[in-house]
């Protein structure tokens, strides 16, 4: 059944306003009619099975007839910290890593990111990021859209990792050198409900001085397998070990 | 340093013989001299430290300085039978999958492909897709490429199972209904060397037709955890889940 997300105030006890794009998706995509199914999430961990009442030319309005509990998210919150890749690659990582569980992104100008974002243009690159991982979040029955945020610096990313529990470095040398026992460490040691930081660097991965200071403001570097992996491969491997972990294994 | 895979007989006891594109790439795109050095595999194991010693304009001779051990090939061997997707995707599929270390790629036509590939363009189609594996695999330090095969039909899909320890189908249903420990016992009861099978459909998933016969053959299908996934983020889900459960987890 198709799904779409709407704000929370435009769900109410009995009803669902849908406007916006999501309108022309459900009346000219989708073809849908009065009396089809729906369901709707308020991106705020409610989420119900409703029947289209009325359709206009910006608004649908839909009867709730049944309240669902998907239970979709991952136990864990893993935020990927991206160093901005080259091309549409943040593309791809937002719309895969939203569908593998991501709670958030956060893309980050690491000094070897080759693409700079300039301000004019960054309000416009996130909201079509945030479009991506709408759809993805919709596609992938999530409760959840991954929240995108504002491109960081790295001293601003430094001060944001207080705020997780775990912070591990995707690090090309720890694959090198065969390290293979810290990610699993990591997600050994953390509970349900806790908030793990993965930090990506971008092509060319992260200088020896980044990794110095993630490292000094306690930021665990971890091999993602022996193989080297592609700057956007590492977001979707530790999140796809995230869901092993914590979602296949107990 | 840069990697290439060469045929077995370029690699001699003492030197490797370059040919075809790789000598492009060589002095043109890498820009490369005599004395530079270069890794190059004969995609049978053997893996070489060399020094280039001379460069032609048809063929590049580089010297063996050092055998190498890189150990990077997944501990089982994972084979994807990906329903033909759509668009450019079994690209990413191969590309992704390579450096996540997939052992072959089969590509099968299932009931709900929308994709059919003719006779006539399946050759060249196969042979850029091993291209894409070709370079995939050098970038990401691997000690084989992985073989691409031709399209099968189910029935053949079904007899080649045959030829594995393990045959696990990616199955959507399986992720709707919450079950979540099959993917981890089929993994638990593999050994190293022995061989996994993941099926996993196209666009709209396998038929449950398609579902009946391959687990009367003996597959088991397993969810992928409660979301969704793309066909294209099932195969790179199970090889990273691969991964952490034989690479990392020990």
């Not at 997300?5 to 794009?21: L, N, S, W």
């Not at 909201?127 to 596609?139: D, F, P, T, Y």
């Not at 050994?188 to 991965?205: A, M, R, V, Y």
Request: hydrophobic share 40%; glycine share 6%; charged share 30%.
């Amino acid at each position: 059944m198709q799904r779409y997300f709407v704000a929370k105030e435009q769900m109410t006890k009995h009803e669902v306003v849908i406007t916006g794009e999501d309108v022309k998706h459900i009346s000219r995509v989708m073809r849908m009619n009065i009396n089809d199914e729906i369901i709707c999430s308020n991106n705020e961990s409610r989420t119900v099975k409703c029947v289209i009442t009325r359709l206009a030319d910006q608004e649908i309005v839909a009867k709730i007839v049944q309240e669902i509990t998907p239970n979709t998210e991952l136990p864990i919150e893993v935020t990927i910290a991206q160093g901005l890749p080259k091309g549409d690659k943040l593309d791809l990582i937002i719309q895969k890593g939203t569908e593998l569980g991501a709670s958030a992104f956060i893309p980050f100008s690491a000094s070897r990111s080759i693409v700079k974002w300039d301000r004019k243009k960054a309000g416009k690159k996130i909201e079509r990021l945030e479009k991506i991982a709408k759809e993805a979040a919709e596609q992938s029955y999530r409760e959840r859209i991954p929240v995108v945020h504002q491109v960081l610096a790295l001293p601003k990313l430094l001060k944001e990792m207080a705020t997780f529990d775990r912070v591990i470095i995707a690090y090309e040398e720890s694959a090198k050198e065969g390290e293979h026992a810290q990610l699993a460490r990591v997600l050994n040691e953390l509970s349900p409900g806790q908030k793990l930081l993965c930090i990506i660097g971008p092509e060319g991965g992260l200088s020896e001085e980044e990794v110095n200071q993630l490292k000094q403001a306690g930021a665990i570097p971890c091999g993602f397998g022996p193989r080297i992996l592609r700057t956007e491969t590492a977001a979707l491997y530790a999140l796809a070990v995230s869901s092993y972990h914590f979602e296949l294994m107990r």
